[in-house]
C-alpha cells in the first residue's frame, strides 16, 4: 500500500483484533472471501435502481451480484422480498418508518433504555421528530418478562401504524406470536428488528417473526450474521415494479420498500457491500452455519452462569440468545464505564450498557454488555467461557493494580493466539 500511515493503522488494528477477545455482542470477524468482495472493483460503481431497471449503463454484472443477494436472503428468512441495498440498519429501519408512515403517525417500539434501539424512536432521532413514538418496556429485570397485556392497552389508546419488535440489549426471545395478536387487533404493521439475532433466526436457533405472521424484518448484516457492515429489509407481499406507485397496503409492502429505499432515502447502492452481502449470505445457507449459531447460543448461556457464580448480577437472570447485559454497579459498586476500561486493559473489549430504569447518567451508566459471536468464531468453546469470566471478575477486583493487570494482559494474549486467526 502507498498510503504508509493508513496501511500502518489497518495492521495495528488487525493486531488489536488478534490479540484481545472480541466480547462487544453486535461486532464478529467476516470470512476472507467477504473482504475480498467488499474490497472489489465493485466500488467504483454507480448503479441506481433496481436489477433490470438501472439509470446507467454498464450493469450487467452489478445485476447479477444484486440478484444472487436478493434471491440467498429470501431463502435464509423465507421472505418474498428482499431489498439489500440500506447502507445500515438506521437506513433500513429510516426506509420502512418512510415506506409506510406520514409524518405524524405513531410508531409503538420498545424503549432505549429498556433494550430498545436509537432508531426505534429515541428523542434524538430525525425520525423521533417526524413520528410520534410511544414506548413500551420490560416489566421485571429479573426475569426479563415483558407486559404484553400493557403493549395491547397501549396499542388500544395510540393506534399506531407500526408495532416495532427488537432490541440491541435483551438478553431472551421476544413472543412474537403475543405482538401479532395485538398488531391484528388494532391494524398495526408488524416490524421486527432483528438486527442483534439475524444469524440466530437464519438457522433456526431463534424463532423467525414471519412465522407468527409479522409483515416486515429489518436486519444489519455484521453482527450474528457475520457479513459486511450493511443494512437488509425482508418482507412478505407481492412483489411490484418499483417504478409504478402502489397503494398503501401490506401485501403491497416490498413495492412501498424498494421505493423508500431508493429514491426515498437513499442514492446509488454500494454494490461492493451488496457483493461481500452475497458471499456472507452463501455462507449462512451452510450447514455449518448452524453449527455456529448453536455455539454462540451455548458459549453465551456458560459465559453466563460462569460471571454469575462470580458475583456478577445478570439483568434478566441470564440470557436465551448471544448476549449479556450485566449489572456491574449492584454486583461490585462501580460503574459500568470503570468495568470497561478495566477489562479494556487486559485485552476484553465490551461496552458499558445502560441497564432498565438506570439510576446513572448514560455515559458512566451501571452495566456492562457482552456476547458470543465473534469468539465463537475464533473457536472458543464452552470451557473457554470459564476463562472469560475468570478475567473478567480478576480485572474488576485488580482496575487499581497496572502490575496484575499487565499480567492478566499476557493470559489473554497467549489464549488468543490459540485460537483461529481472523
Ligand atoms: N451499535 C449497535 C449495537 O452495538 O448494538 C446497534 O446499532
Redesign the pocket.
Known amino acids: 500500500m502507498r498510503d504508509k500511515q493508513i496501511e500502518e493503522l489497518i495492521k495495528a488494528e488487525k493486531k488489536r483484533q488478534t490479540d484481545g477477545l472480541e466480547l ?4 464478529n470477524y467476516v470470512s476472507s472471501d467477504v473482504l475480498q468482495a467488499l474490497g472489489s472493483v465493485f466500488t467504483n460503481k454507480y448503479s441506481e435502481g433496481y436489477p433490470g431497471r438501472r439509470y446507467y449503463g454498464g450493469q450487467e454484472n452489478t445485476d447479477q451480484v444484486e440478484q444472487l443477494a436478493i434471491d440467498r436472503a429470501k431463502k435464509l428468512f423465507k421472505a418474498d422480498h428482499a431489498n439489500v441495498q440500506p447502507h ?3 437506513q433500513a429501519n429510516e426506509a420502512v418508518y418512510y415506506a409506510w408512515c406520514e409524518p405524524g403517525d405513531t410508531i409503538l417500539a420498545m424503549d432505549l433504555a429498556h433494550g430498545g ?3 426505534h424512536g429515541a428523542p434524538v432521532t430525525r425520525s423521533a421528530r417526524e413520528y410520534n413514538f410511544i414506548r413500551y418496556g420490560i416489566k421485571n429485570i429479573d426475569t426479563g418478562e415483558i407486559d404484553y397485556e400493557e403493549i395491547r392497552q397501549l396499542a388500544l389508546k395510540h393506534k399506531p401504524k407500526i408495532i416495532l419488535a427488537g432490541f ?2 435483551y438478553p431472551r426471545e421476544l413472543d412474537y406470536e403475543k405482538f401479532a395478536e395485538i398488531g391484528n387487533e388494532v391494524g398495526a404493521m408488524l416490524m421486527a428488528d432483528m ?2 439475532i439475524a444469524g440466530l433466526i437464519v438457522s433456526g436457533v431463534a424463532k423467525n417473526p414471519f412465522d407468527y405472521g409479522f409483515h416486515v424484518i429489518t436486519t ?1 448484516t455484521h ?1 450474528t450474521l457475520r457479513g459486511p457492515r450493511g443494512g437488509l429489509i425482508l418482507s412478505r407481499g407481492i412483489v411490484g415494479n418499483p417504478l409504478k406507485k402502489p397503494e398503501k397496503t401490506l401485501e403491497n409492502l416490498p413495492t412501498l420498500i424498494d421505493r423508500a429505499v431508493f429514491p426515498g432515502t437513499q442514492g446509488g447502492p454500494h454494490m461492493h457491500t451488496i457483493a461481500a452481502k452475497a458471499v456472507a449470505f452463501g455462507e449462512a445457507l451452510q450447514p455449518e452455519f448452524k453449527d455456529y449459531a448453536e455455539q454462540i447460543v451455548k458459549n453465551a448461556k456458560r459465559l453466563a452462569e460462569e460471571l454469575q457464580k462470580r458475583g456478577f448480577k445478570l439483568v434478566t437472570g441470564g440470557t436465551s440468545n448471544h448476549l449479556i447485559l450485566a449489572d456491574i454497579h449492584s454486583s461490585f459498586g462501580i460503574d459500568g464505564k470503570e468495568a470497561e476500561i478495566a477489562m479494556d486493559k487486559i485485552g476484553l473489549t465490551l ?1 458499558a450498557n445502560a441497564i432498565p430504569d438506570d439510576p446513572l447518567p448514560r455515559f458512566r451508566p451501571s452495566g456492562i ?1 457482552l456476547g458470543t459471536p465473534a469468539v465463537t468464531t475464533r473457536g472458543a468453546k464452552e470451557d473457554d467461557m470459564e476463562k472469560i469470566a475468570e478475567w473478567m471478575r480478576r480485572s474488576i477486583d485488580n482496575r487499581d493494580n497496572d502490575d496484575e493487570l499487565a499480567e492478566l494482559r499476557k493470559e489473554v494474549m497467549e489464549f488468543c493466539h490459540t485460537l483461529r486467526d481472523i
Open positions: 462487544i455482542p453486535s461486532e445500515s440498519g438506521a434501539h436509537l432508531t440491541s440489549a438486527s442483534h444489519t453482527k461496552n454488555r
